[in-house]
């Protein structure tokens, strides 16, 4: 059976390129050090767009909140881009680099390949980001980050979006590089880890986003220049499969993730590696076409063409992802019961290590990301129903479920690992570590359900007041409206404080943080999590032995998880087509 972090094959290199590489004495990883300095840069950035769409959450969050109704119009939809922007392609895209990173050169035991062009990559990123946060800081992309055609941005935004897609395509190309020179080399044997077969999919699902984004932002910078036209119809099209698409990125990216911390928190186990592996290439094949849900509405589009892409094809993604969503707990579990926890339906829960910020992350990510993203999603994807949801608030409230509440969350806690195995340091402030996992899950889960429930109302998704005013119509709400957005408002500015105690708490790690020796990590030392302090010891097969009746897909727990988020699921699901009954004043 296998574990999480098994890699078949370790040959030690005695040449030049082998002097390049330490040895991590927890985890058996041999890093390759031009690897580790491009996976620092990746990481670092990914946070300063952290804190820059931070801020712009805040100040948006204050500005939704109708008692307090801080910005303007034009300050408002300025900062709206900004917040978008920063927040789901630089931050996202950036800390994937640095996942890809890890996942072809420590977990292959391998070197990366040509690492100056890694620098040029990253180069090429940083210039593109700064370009665009630039202009729109000046206030020459008030666009929104669908910056629909006819509304027209300075064209140097247009091509920092190309330079920054250009960089991060190179540095997917590098990746599949790196893999070849692995497989050459014979740096591992066998099939590829699990959590690099995850990063593979990411890739794949990677390249696909980025074509799409050169076909629709080339055409538009020479159209912001007056060199050609541009159909808006088409625009939308191409736009949302690299709008939604890059999204799906950071599904497959964030499932490897679950795999990987599973393994270095509990020593969780792959229950069957066929049927994970599928799922990925399930994503793959699939994920890409739940962009179509965006265009539902629009009138350009057959409906033969929306059903198709909104069902048939896609319910193969949400099978994909209901995959994941067992063999990841489940896999939790039966690594807690082979380690000797086998108390009762739960016990494994009890136990768990709920005081390391990376296990609690892990957990806290897929929950929400399950019952409130997953559920809103497949919700919003169907064509009858979308009709009710379409530009209302519940749209946002189902994407910050998935990929802040989900994705974020991911990488928050592959972060508390990063620190001490990448950058071999303390984690700072390990208290408020601890506790930064809860109040940024919680926050987000008042924050996404009272959202959504605002969209419920109709509240619309994009506009800088809801009451509409200066409109020649007037617009009233339910009075409930306000106690609802002003909860939402409550739990964003508590997840907002969640995530302003994490990047402290990294960039304060990162620059002033401890270094520690192995003495003071056996010793438990104060700022390193339980993954590393007590790192799981490898499954044996008298541990297989004791599983009742000796199976290895025992896990009693998940299937009761499993079976109550399905019952929410059929509940939800029917709730949204009663509510399209009265739409259609049915009954």
Request: a positive charge; charged letters at 10%.
């Amino acid at each position: 059976m296998a574990t999480v972090l098994d890699r078949p094959g370790q040959p030690e290199r005695a040449d030049a390129v082998g002097r390049l590489f330490r040895t991590c004495s927890v985890t058996g990883l041999r890093l390759h050090g031009p690897a580790e300095r491009l996976i620092k840069a990746n990481a670092v950035v990914a946070t300063v767009a952290l804190l820059i769409g931070g801020i712009s959450a805040i100040l948006i969050l204050l500005t939704r909140w109708q008692a307090v109704h801080l910005l303007g119009p034009v300050q408002f939809y300025r900062v709206l881009t900004a917040h978008g922007i920063s927040m789901l392609i630089f931050f996202i895209i950036f800390f994937e680099m640095a996942v890809l990173y890890f996942a072809c050169g420590p977990l292959l035991n391998t070197r990366i390949a040509a690492p100056k062009l890694g620098w040029f990559n990253f180069g090429l990123m940083t210039l593109g980001a700064a370009l665009v946060e630039a202009m729109i800081w000046t206030g020459r992309a008030d666009v929104l980050m669908t910056s629909y055609i006819p509304l027209r941005a300075h064209p140097l935004y247009y091509l920092g979006i190309i330079l920054f897609a250009v960089g991060a395509l190179l540095v997917c190309a590098q990746f599949f590089a790196t893999l070849a020179v692995a497989k050459r080399e014979r740096s591992y044997e066998g099939s590829l880890p699990l959590v690099t077969f995850g990063a593979v999919a990411a890739a794949i699902i990677a390249v696909i986003t980025l074509l799409h984004g050169a076909a629709t932002y080339i055409p538009t910078f020479l159209w912001s220049i007056g060199l050609m036209n541009v159909d808006p119809q088409v625009y939308r099209m191409l736009w949302w499969a690299l709008g939604h698409s890059s999204q799906q990125i950071n599904v497959a990216a964030m499932v490897s993730i679950w795999y990987l911390l599973g393994g270095l928190t509990v020593g969780s186990v792959v229950l069957n590696e066929k049927i994970s592996r599928t799922a990925f290439v399930l994503y793959i094949l699939f994920i890409s076409m739940a962009s179509a849900h965006h265009l539902l509405v629009d009138p350009g589009f057959s409906s033969s063409w929306k059903v198709v892409n909104t069902s048939y094809f896609m319910y193969m993604a949400v099978l994909a992802s209901m995959l994941h969503g067992f063999t990841v707990p489940a896999g939790i579990e039966v690594g807690q019961r082979l380690h000797g926890v086998t108390q009762g339906l739960f016990g494994w829960v009890k136990r768990a290590p709920w005081g390391d910020p990376g296990f609690s992350s892990l957990v806290l990510s897929i929950v929400v990301f399950g019952f409130v993203g997953g559920i809103t999603g497949v919700t919003i994807g169907t064509e009858q129903i979308n009709i009710v949801v379409h530009n209302t608030l519940r749209v946002p409230g189902h994407f910050h479920a998935t990929v802040v509440s989900g994705t974020a969350m991911a990488f928050m806690g592959l972060t508390y690992y990063l620190i001490p195995l990448i950058f071999q340091r303390k984690v700072a402030f390990w208290r408020l570590a601890q506790v930064q996992p809860y109040l940024f899950a919680g926050g987000m889960l008042v924050f996404c359900v009272f959202m959504s429930f605002a969209g419920g109302f109709g509240v619309p998704r994009r506009h800088w007041d809801i009451t509409f005013s200066q409109a020649p119509f007037e617009q009233a709400f339910d009075p409930a409206v306000d106690a609802v957005m002003g909860i939402m408002a409550l739990g964003g500015l508590v997840a907002a404080l969640g995530g302003g105690l994490y990047i402290l708490i990294t960039v304060w790690s990162v620059f002033f943080g401890q270094r520690f020796t192995d003495e003071e990590r056996l010793c438990g030392a104060k700022g390193l999590p339980q993954g590393l302090v007590r790192p799981p010891r490898p499954v044996t097969v008298e541990d297989e032995v004791n599983l009742p009746n000796g199976k290895l897909g025992h896990a009693p727990g998940t299937m009761v998880l499993v079976l109550i988020f399905l019952a929410a699921f059929a509940l939800y699901y029917f709730a949204n087509w009663k509510l399209l009954s009265f739409v259609w004043k049915i009954g």
